[in-house]
C-alpha cells in the first residue's frame, strides 16, 4: 500500500491550513515582527486638512493642533503614535476611510461622548488596522487585527470589531504586537480630549 503521497498531500493541507489561521489571527506580525519603534509618547492631532470637496485623502501627517498622550505598562512607556481626533458623529463616520496611507506611528483616536459598547468595520479602508478600545479612565479594554474586507463586500457585509470603552484608537495593523501594547495598559490622555 503507497501511503506516501498520500501523506504529503495530508501534510500540505495541514500546512496551508495552519498558514491561513496565522495571517487571519495577526499571530505573524509577533513571529516575524515589523521593525524597529522609538519609545515615547501617543501625540493626538486635532482636526484634519480636506480637500476641496471635503473629502480627506492625505496622510495623517498633514494634519494640525498636535498635544501628547503615552501609553504605559505598569512600568514604562511602550509606543509612539500621532492620531488626529474624531470627536463628531461625522468624523467618526468617515474615521480613515479616506486616508490613502499612514506612517507607521501614525493613526486616529476616536471619542465617544460617554463609555459604550461600539463597533466599527473597515468601510472604504485602504491598508488594515489594529482597533484599539480604551475606556474612560484610559485602559485598553480590546484589540482586534482588522484585515481588509474582500474586495466587492458591501457594507451590510462588512465584520464588526467591537468593544467596550469611551475611546478607540485605530493604527496600522501589527501596530499592538510591534510596540508591546496589549489589553490592561494606559492611555493617559489630556484633559483637552475628554
Known amino acids: 500500500m503507497q501511503r506516501g503521497p498520500l501523506a504529503v498531500v495530508l501534510g ?6 495552519v498558514g491561513v489561521l496565522v495571517l487571519q489571527s495577526g ?3 509577533s513571529v516575524l515582527g515589523v521593525g524597529e519603534y522609538d519609545e515615547g509618547t501617543v501625540t493626538v492631532r486635532e482636526g484634519t486638512t ?16 498636535a498635544t501628547t498622550v503615552a501609553v504605559r505598562d505598569d512600568a514604562e ?3 509612539t503614535v500621532e492620531v488626529r481626533i474624531a470627536d463628531t458623529g461625522p468624523k467618526r463616520y468617515l474615521g480613515l476611510s479616506n486616508t490613502t496611507s499612514l506612517e507607521p506611528n501614525e493613526g486616529m483616536l476616536f ?3 460617554e463609555e459604550g459598547e461600539y463597533g466599527y468595520v473597515m468601510r472604504d479602508m485602504d491598508f488594515p488596522l489594529d482597533i484599539i478600545f480604551v475606556d474612560a479612565n ?3 479594554t480590546t484589540i482586534h487585527h ?5 474586495e466587492g463586500t458591501s457594507e451590510s457585509e462588512l465584520k464588526e470589531y467591537s468593544g467596550q470603552g469611551k475611546y478607540v484608537l485605530e493604527v496600522n495593523r501589527g501596530w499592538a504586537n510591534r510596540t508591546g501594547v496589549t489589553v490592561g495598559d494606559r492611555v493617559e490622555l489630556p ?4
Do not use: C, K, Y
Not at 482588522?146 to 474582500?150: G, R, S, V, W
Not at 484633559?191 to 475628554?194: C, M
Open 111 to 113: 471619542v465617544h461622548d
Open 146 to 150: 482588522a484585515p481588509l474586507p474582500p
Open 191 to 194: 484633559a483637552g480630549v475628554a
Open 12 to 17: 500540505l493541507v495541514g500546512l496551508l491550513v
Open 27 to 29: 499571530l505573524w506580525v
Open 138 to 140: 484610559g485602559t485598553i
Open 50 to 65: 480636506g480637500t476641496a470637496s471635503g473629502t480627506t485623502t492625505e496622510t495623517a501627517t498633514q494634519s494640525e493642533n
Open 77 to 79: 512607556r511602550l509606543a
